[in-house]
Every structure is written in C-alpha cells, then in structure tokens.
C-alpha cells in the first residue's frame, strides 16, 4: 500500500511538472504574439520563414519592402518606412524581406526591381510599387489604397448630400 502512494503521488508531480510545463509555454506564446502585434511601430525583418506569418496571416495590411544592401534607392527608402510605420502603427505593418538572404518568396513573387513595395492586405496583393518615393507620395499611396473608397455620388458631388440642396 505505502508503495502504492509512493508512486501515485510521484505521478500526481509529473503531471504536475508537464501541465506547468504547457502553461509556461503557452504563456510565453501568447505574449510573443502580444509583442509582436504591438510592435509594429517600426519595419520588422521578415525571412523566407517567417514571411507567411507576419505577412500573409496578418490581422492588419501589411507594406513588404524588397531590398538589397547593394541598393542605394533601397537605401534612401529606409527612414521614409521608418517614419511610416510610426504615422501607422496599429494599422499597418511594415516589413524588410532582403533579397540577398532569402530568395524564395522574392522568386515566387517575381520581384525583378528593387526597391519593390508590396501592399498585402487579408492574405492578397493590395497593390505594388516599384522604385523608390519621397515620404510624401509613399504616404499618398497607402492612404489611397488603405482607405474605404467613398460611394460614386459622394466622390461626385463631394459629399454634398440632398439635404443640404433642399435647404
């Protein structure tokens, strides 16, 4: 009996140990991700790895920039992104994917020119961008593709509505 306890209670701290075990890391994947969603105020590097999860299973659009070291466009590029991704945080992601280091995503996407700037939003190509922009068009750009398009009539007559032609 005394060997009976012995080793049910030796069981009973196993399950223990392997239930805190799932706990801590479930925790810790759930603060990952809590992370990473908060974090989005500036480019994030994507690779070849992690492309489908920060992109194309993204809750918010996201902006992929393809760049290469050797580029100097892709360079001028940077800090325009950097400012963008802190006017956006919280509404848009954007992403570093090097050319030189990864290839596959790249190749399946057909990037022939860099910098190319991919707009995915939902899983699907918004809209793409090649060269490089001063920030001011950079952010024209998105805003128009990221906006709700207005009703025909309202872009017509600019939001004039009929009540206020009655008046």
């Known amino acids: 009996m005394a060997a009976?306890?012995?080793?049910?209670?030796?069981?009973?701290?196993?399950?223990?140990?392997?239930?805190?075990?799932?706990?801590?890391?479930?925790?810790?994947?759930?603060?990952?991700?809590?992370?990473?969603?908060?974090?989005?105020?500036?480019?994030?590097?994507?690779?070849?790895?992690?492309?489908?999860?920060?992109?194309?299973?993204?809750?918010?659009?996201?902006l992929v920039d393809f760049w290469a070291?050797?580029?100097?466009?892709?360079?001028?590029?940077?800090?325009?992104?950097?400012?963008?991704a802190r006017d956006y945080a919280g509404r848009l992601k954007i992403v570093k994917y090097n050319t030189e280091e990864n290839r596959r995503v790249a190749g399946q996407m057909r990037i022939r020119s860099l910098p190319s700037l991919v707009l995915f939003k939902d899983g699907?190509?918004?809209?793409?961008?090649?060269?490089?922009?001063p920030y001011g068009r950079l952010e024209a750009w998105v805003r128009r593709r990221l906006e709700p398009k207005k009703p025909f009539l309202q872009r017509l007559f600019?939001?004039?509505?009929?009540?206020?032609d009655e008046t």
């Open 124 to 133: 699907e190509v918004l809209d793409v961008q090649l060269g490089a922009l």
């Open 4 to 62: 009976r306890a012995k080793t049910n209670s030796k069981r009973d701290r196993n399950r223990a140990r392997q239930q805190a075990r799932r706990d801590a890391i479930a925790k810790a994947r759930s603060e990952e991700n809590a992370v990473a969603l908060e974090d989005v105020d500036h480019p994030v590097k994507v690779t070849d790895a992690s492309f489908d999860r920060e992109v194309l299973e993204s809750e918010i659009p996201v």
């Open 69 to 84: 070291s050797w580029c100097a466009p892709c360079r001028a590029l940077a800090p325009s992104l950097e400012q963008l």
């Open 158 to 164: 600019g939001g004039r509505s009929e009540e206020t």
